[in-house]
């Protein structure tokens, strides 16, 4: 016979002591695999509190992803409503017969309450219970309510022990929206989902390094630079999210992207000495350019980023090219004119607007109201930039025309 282990609950979120208990019942109890099947909603819970059911699922799906032994069962979300693990016990029973016997894991302190969930008779009929004691849990009490229950249910309950029990998602909860390190208590995709969607309460200043960061962009920006640093690093995550790309990436080059804007004239060019940057006929021109290409070190060499995307996205924040920009390199470009401190000018809700619905289309508009505005006020373009916006031009051009986003106010939202 197949011995299947059950593993009910919220799992909100799931956590690396879920995971330990399943791998040691599994272990304990010979069991052939273990179904981790989150409630819909739990009867003693409040419906909604922290995250939706699917939210839940794609957290325990990242979760148990590799383990062999281990499965995702949607049975109690599908069925909807409050959840009663006995119905979902009849469930399976319907389906599987005798072919198989359940063995529903809990909790000392859940198997203490048992007899106030639905139907506890039905439930020891259905299944044989797996009773995981906690350390520092008074045992004693619990093995004379084993035994209790044994003859009362004519049953046999089984008991192994586990570590991982001291962790619990609420005491999880708490962390992460009191901004304290949560990372280790799980597998690292259901850590980067929650940092990903913002789940409890987590905000993106509350990664380490951006928290370093904006200390340290505090000091050195003026308020008003500091307080459009931020904007454009929410921004840039937003459009992450709407263009899967790592809102992660997109916060840290946000926050970054102005960090040499305010160095004085002799300190931009004594950096731009040291880290190699070279200026050409337009940059010195007008060094007011400059400070994205010395952004880009100055986050290398004093902030410690090494990802080639993100210093790549802020080097080429106020240019643009011409050598097909990335993903992150638009966001962030797009980011710097959008963000909502940005004082107002025309055409900027157009661009704000195109930026959501389509990069490249807004990556055009954008370029063409730079450089027209810039030509306007007698300023050299710089070649990246002509080359950018010859670049988008030609590709929006050639996008078949469903595919082409050419707002014009009226179609908003479209
Ligand atoms: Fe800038
Ligand atoms: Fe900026």
């Not at 304990?28 to 981790?36: I, K, R």
């Not at 909604?48 to 939210?55: A, D, I, K, R, V």
């Not at 004519?154 to 962790?167: E, H």
Request: glycine share 8%; hydrophobic share 35%; charged share 30%.
């Amino acid at each position: 016979m197949i011995r299947v282990g059950i593993m009910g609950g919220s799992f909100d979120p799931v956590h690396s002591g879920h995971l330990c208990i399943a791998k040691e019942a599994a272990e304990q109890l010979g069991l052939d695999e273990v179904l981790f099947i989150p409630a819909n909603r739990s009867y003693n819970k409040d419906p909604g509190e922290n995250t939706q059911p699917e939210e839940r699922l794609d957290m325990l799906r990242l979760a148990v992803e590799g383990d062999p032994f281990f499965r995702v069962c949607t049975a109690e979300i599908e069925r909807g409503g409050t959840t009663y693990t006995v119905d979902t016990l009849r469930e399976f029973k319907e389906t599987w017969g005798k072919d198989r016997e359940l063995v529903f894991i809990l909790g000392a302190d859940s198997f203490l309450t048992l007899e106030k969930w639905r139907e506890p008779e039905e439930l020891f009929r259905l299944c044989r219970f797996a009773v995981v004691s906690r350390p520092g849990f008074d045992d004693d009490g619990l093995e004379e309510r084993i035994i209790k229950a044994e003859e009362k249910y004519d049953t046999v309950i089984y008991r192994f022990s586990s570590p991982g029990l001291d962790i619990s998602s609420t005491d999880i909860r708490k962390r992460i929206s009191d901004g304290r390190s949560f990372r280790y208590f799980m597998p690292e995709g259901v850590w980067k989902y929650i940092t990903d969607n913002d789940l409890y309460g987590f905000r993106p200043e509350f990664y380490p390094e951006a928290a370093v960061y904006i200390e340290k962009l505090e000091r050195e920006l003026k308020p008003s630079r500091f307080r459009h640093t931020l904007g454009v690093a929410g921004e840039a995550r937003k459009l992450a999210r709407v263009y899967s790309e790592d809102p992660h990436k997109a916060y840290t080059a946000g926050l970054l992207h102005d960090c040499a804007k305010n160095f004085d004239r002799e300190k931009t060019f004594e950096l731009c000495r040291r880290y190699g940057v070279e200026l050409d006929e337009v940059l010195k021109a007008q060094p007011d350019l400059i400070h994205s290409f010395l952004g880009a070190e100055t986050a290398r060499a004093e902030y410690g980023v090494k990802d080639g995307d993100i210093l790549n996205a802020i080097k080429y924040h106020t240019t643009g090219h011409g050598g097909g920009m990335s993903r992150l390199e638009m966001i962030i470009y797009l980011s710097d004119m959008i963000e909502p401190n940005r004082a107002y000018f025309k055409g900027l809700d157009k661009i704000r607007k195109l930026a959501y619905y389509d990069l490249e289309s807004a990556m055009e508009e954008a370029l063409e109201q730079t450089i027209s505005f810039n030509r306007e006020k007698g300023r050299l373009i710089h070649p990246l930039s002509s080359g950018a916006y010859s670049y988008f031009k030609e590709l929006n051009r050639r996008k078949p025309i469903e595919q082409r986003k050419d707002f014009t106010g009226s179609k908003s939202g479209s």
